[in-house]
Antibody
Framework: VQLVESGGGVVQPGRSLRLSCAGS????????FHWVRQAPGKGLEWVAS????????WYADSVKGRFNVSRDNSRNTIYLQMNSLTTDDTAKYHC????????????WGQGTMVAVSS | SYEMTQPPSVSVSPGQTARITCSGD??????AYWYQQKSGQAPVLVMF???KRPSGIPERFSGSSSGTVATLTISGAQVEDEADYHC???????????FGGGTKLTVI
């Protein structure tokens, strides 16, 4: 099982960035996926989730209206489109999977770092 | 918004029992999950649905939940158990997903 995030980097405030998370070694379509971030020296913060089908999406209040989560089952990949970035969005972003839409996460990727700075 | 509370730090000697608590108003109705995160690494699931241990997690790890408090217990803590531990659950609606603030476990 692997979840590999990519797309992080340094970006100016107000700009956009798109993160990707590629899954392998399991049946991608049967899982819900989540983005969780961790600012330097801080705890974990749930950011967004996307269900295994339909798909339904859920967002933390801190990113609602700015971030969009999506999935491409043909590529076994989920995405996080991040718009109107602020310095508060600086963090390592992990993707994680869960078997049920509202279950806890049973496997995490190593994460990709996003730094918002002028 | 929904919040869960953990102690910032817990310290034990090797071989002692470490207990890490997580308080949340919705815990009587929602499962707690626990994650171990060692420095620079991704979190690892060590307990799910309050008290179920994933395969590969040592038997010294156990979990319980009573009322508004979930507890992760490490019986006979080892030096390699030093890590940050994060609890996770949801609010009663299931829509807001929340982590506790994390607890730094020191085994010295």
């Amino acid at each position: 099982v692997q979840l590999v995030e990519s797309g992080g980097g340094v970006v100016q405030p107000g700009r956009s960035l798109r993160l990707s998370c590629a899954g392998s070694g399991f049946t991608f379509t049967t899982y819900a996926f989540h983005w969780v971030r961790q600012a330097p020296g801080k705890g974990l913060e749930w950011v967004a989730s996307i269900s295994s089908d339909l798909p339904d999406k859920w967002y933390a209040d801190s990113v609602k209206g700015r971030f969009n989560v999506s999935r491409d089952n043909s590529r076994n990949t989920i995405y996080l489109q991040m718009n109107s970035l602020t310095t508060d969005d600086t963090a390592k972003y992990h993707c994680a999977r869960s078997y049920g839409d509202h279950d806890g996460f049973d496997f995490w990727g190593q994460g990709t770092m996003v730094a918002v700075s002028s | 918004s929904y919040e869960m509370t953990q102690p910032p730090s817990v310290s034990v000697s090797p071989g002692q029992t470490a207990r890490i608590t997580c308080s949340g108003d919705a815990l009587p109705d929602k499962y707690a999950y626990w994650y171990q995160q060692k420095s620079g690494q991704a979190p690892v699931l060590v307990m799910f649905e309050d008290s179920k241990r994933p395969s590969g997690i040592p038997e010294r790890f156990s979990g319980s939940s009573s009322g508004t408090v979930a507890t992760l217990t490490i019986s006979g803590a080892q030096v390699e158990d030093e890590a940050d531990y994060h609890c996770y659950s949801t609010d009663r609606s299931g829509l807001q997903r929340v982590f506790g603030g994390g607890t730094k476990l020191t085994v010295i």
